[in-house]
T-cell receptor
Framework: AQKVTQAQTEISVVEKEDVTLDCVYETRDTTYYLFWYKQPPSGELVFLIRRNSFDEQNEISGRYSWNFQKSTSSFNFTITASQVVDSAVYFCALSEGPGTASKLTFGTGTRLQVTL | EAQVTQNPRYLITVTGKKLTVTCSQNMNHEYMSWYRQDPGLGLRQIYYSMNVEVTDKGDVPEGYKVSRKEKRNFPLILESPSPNQTSLYFC?????????????FGQGTRLTVV
């Protein structure tokens, strides 16, 4: 069975600090996809990234970076120089099959609070 | 504009009164699904559909029904809502294609059953 664990329930940081959100997953599939979504206070889900199981290259997008390590089954998300607008709930998710045309198994989310 | 539209956005209803939450996408996606979000539990899949007239249960299907008569629409039906179905519901759609990057989510429907 698929499982995604986000052990950090809430994180509070001061603006400009770096913060890392942890994600650990379990799957028996050899091919799988990992995702991060952002849920701002307005409630919608905003897609951030998808990573394939066969591509362990880390990715950077502006202040966001992702560290995928199959050896530890982790897909951690780092925000550099956090801003108040980063305050949101962040979900890590795993899909059990190719692409996104399959069930997404979500973690329980990490609430990030960035203060001035 | 590519989008998934859910209606209503907010709904308060009474126990046992049948309701339908509509979901429509304009991207010709084959795959559609419903999730519910509850505090401390993340999002859990209720039902999904691989294409027209093809639906299947997700992790928490009890108390829900769905139908997929047209490709663009995937309504969620609660025949006899109960307070434990108070939740935030999301509809999602995507192409059934391994190269496709993301699932599109609707804006969410906050349902309260009293």
């Amino acid at each position: 069975a698929q499982k995604v664990t986000q052990a950090q329930t809430e994180i509070s940081v001061v603006e400009k600090e770096d913060v890392t959100l942890d994600c650990v997953y379990e799957t028996r599939d050899t091919t799988y996809y990992l995702f991060w979504y952002k849920q701002p206070p307005s409630g919608e889900l905003v897609f951030l990234i998808r990573r394939n199981s066969f591509d362990e290259q880390n990715e950077i997008s502006g202040r966001y970076s992702w560290n995928f390590q199959k050896s530890t089954s982790s897909f951690n998300f780092t925000i550099t120089a956090s801003q108040v607008v980063d305050s949101a709930v962040y979900f890590c998710a795993l899909s059990e099959g190719p692409g996104t045309a399959s069930k997404l198994t979500f973690g329980t989310g990490t609430r990030l609070q960035v203060t001035l | 504009e590519a989008q998934v539209t859910q209606n209503p956005r907010y709904l308060i209803t009474v126990t046992g009164k049948k309701l339908t939450v509509t979901c429509s996408q304009n991207m010709n996606h084959e795959y559609m699904s419903w999730y519910r979000q509850d505090p401390g539990l993340g999002l859990r899949q209720i039902y999904y559909s691989m294409n027209v007239e093809v639906t299947d249960k997700g992790d928490v299907p009890e108390g829900y029904k769905v139908s997929r008569k047209e490709k663009r629409n995937f309504p969620l039906i609660l025949e006899s809502p109960s307070p434990n179905q108070t939740s935030l519901y999301f509809c999602a759609s995507s192409l059934n294609n391994p190269s496709y990057t993301e699932a599109f989510f609707g804006q969410g429907t906050r349902l309260t059953v009293v």
